[in-house]
């Protein structure tokens, strides 16, 4: 579960062209007590900001000079290669809405906005976020114990099917031969048995 402390230290990029934007969105999330907020006003910083940050949400305009919302979002896309890029586009061109999902946006706020809805939407993007992160950190400390025995720490048979099946199509795409050897340990019961797993 996530908390609300976690949701507020959660870190937000705000990208915008205007100076009154940036101030409005920083006040309305410092008021509701959101502690890590970065703002910008040049687009072509985003990428790397982003790069160096790995922010948890990015509330990006979608009009600006010289580069616009849709070029930012295609730099995103090629740094988060899992596919799941945080932004909440906000912006005066509701028009622009289907191709901003398309584009990748996750939420889309049209301004002016009501600060309540677009509070909650932050909120539950944010919360969404945490949680997608949470169950990647988990999906990486199961993934060992799905392929390795628990005991000795060697690789298990789900493993060496999945290896085996890698070589099989590698050999055969190729058009090369393969070979399996199989080992085994003669009396290994035994020595279990009376001396123990340790």
Known sequence: MISTADILNASILIVDDQKANVQLLEQMLRGAGYVSITSTMDPGEVCELHLKNRYDLILLDLQMP?????????GL???ETDGYVPILVITAQPGHKLRALASGAKDFISKPFDLMEAKTRIHNMLEVRLLYKQLEHYSRALEPL???DALTGLPNRRLLMDRLSLAIAHARRNKRFMAVMYLDLDGFKQINDTLGHD
């Open 66 to 74: 010289g580069m616009d919302g849709f070029q930012v979002m295609e």
């Open 146 to 148: 799905a392929l390795h």
């Open 77 to 79: 896309k090629e740094i």
